[in-house]
């Protein structure tokens, strides 16, 4: 998506209402991206302009190369038959089974009855409902419902896969286990999934990169690591919570992860005269990557101590968020 802004004309009963300003989004190939912001903040418009259900009043987007805002009507139909779609609500038919469901949309693009019962019953057995294919939406659980509409979004082999609030009606469980699904269905048929959500949490168990919107800017964006890690939004430092604030003086914190950051705490004890305690931390896994959080106080001759933050502020580990409010809390 390139400068995606999207109003909505003034009704009688309401005024005009601007749901996407300036969004430029980038969706690699492979990846899973959470698209993550508090209600009212242009989510599901964003989800909606992907496959144009929603004319962009400003802006272009572009799916595995091709310029949907571009193509006239036939071939945009065309094109939206490579992008998938699953909503909180699941949509699906409570008159069909299961099976009839995932066949619907094959049935649409006028597929022979033998070949799509086939590719339908692969998918759910894919989705691991082998054993549902008879079983009508009123007989399933959430979950398993939810499974049937992923199923019925694959039938037509899209490359993309879109999900609006897909596990927000589902219990914690269910909504791990559809998480890890997605995750494992973008890794082996090769897709790339847009999750939307209004949960963090979601967000950490499935997504490698994070997109950030609030009143329908992106305020944050990247691998999930790296907002984790150098938040530019009050949203963002919700992904890697800080422990309690720190307290007194020559405490500060420090953000280390898996890549390198650890180092810099052998090299400060190693290097420096000064003692270290760890006053308050918290460990994360977010994408494939660890994060901790430490707070540590420092103690010793005060030129040590200084060379020591000297040392942590230049490593980059001290980065972030409120970090030069910290180091110059340390320092005093
Ligand atoms: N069809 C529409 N007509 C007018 N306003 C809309 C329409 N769809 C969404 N909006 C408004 O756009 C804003 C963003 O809505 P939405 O994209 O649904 O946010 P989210 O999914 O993050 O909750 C809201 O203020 C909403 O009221
Ligand atoms: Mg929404």
């Known amino acids: 998506m390139r400068h995606i802004g999207k109003t909505f004309p003034a009704t009688r009963r309401q005024a005009a209402v601007t749901a996407l300003e300036d969004v430029s989004l980038t969706v690699d190939r492979g990846q899973v991206m959470g698209v993550v912001g508090p209600s009212g903040s242009g989510k599901s418009t964003l ?4 496959n144009l259900l929603e004319r962009p009043t400003t802006g272009t987007v572009t799916v595995d190369g091709t310029e949907l805002t571009a193509l006239p009507a036939r071939e945009l139909n065309r094109a939206r038959r490579g992008i998938g779609m699953i909503f909180q609500q699941f949509n699906l038919l409570d008159s069909r089974t ?4 995932v066949e619907l949309p094959l049935e649409l693009a006028g597929v022979g009855r033998s070949e799509r019962r086939a590719r339908a019953g692969e998918l759910l057995e894919r989705v691991g409902l082998g054993d549902k294919l008879g079983s009508h939406p009123a007989q399933l659980s959430g979950g398993q419902r939810q499974r049937v509409a992923i ?14 609030e897909a596990t927000s009606a589902l219990d914690p469980v269910s909504t791990a286990s559809v998480l890890d699904l997605l995750r494992t269905l973008t890794d082996e048929l090769d897709l790339t999934t847009v999750l939307i959500t209004h949960e963090m949490d979601v967000v950490k168990r499935a997504c490698d990169h994070v997109t950030l919107l609030e009143s329908g800017r992106v305020v944050d964006a990247g691998a999930l690591g790296d907002v984790a890690a150098r938040p530019h939004s009050p949203l963002a430092t919700r992904l890697l919570p800080h422990p309690a604030p720190p307290t007194g003086d020559g405490v500060v914190e420090l953000t280390v992860s898996g890549d390198g950051h650890d180092a ?4 400060l004890i190693r290097r420096y005269a000064v003692q270290v305690a760890v ?3 918290s460990v994360e896994t977010l994408g494939d990557q660890r994060f901790g959080r430490l707070q540590l106080r420092l103690d010793g001759a005060p030129r040590d101590v200084r060379a020591a933050l000297d040392y942590l502020a230049q490593s980059g580990a001290t980065g972030g968020d409120g970090a030069d409010r910290l180091l110059a809390g340390a320092v005093a």
């Open 47 to 50: 989800a909606r302009v992907v």
């Open 98 to 101: 299961a099976l009839a469901n």
């Open 151 to 164: 199923a019925r979004a694959l039938a037509p082999r899209p490359r993309v896969l879109l999900c609006d």
């Open 264 to 267: 810099v705490l052998t090299e």
């Open 279 to 281: 006053v308050a931390g």
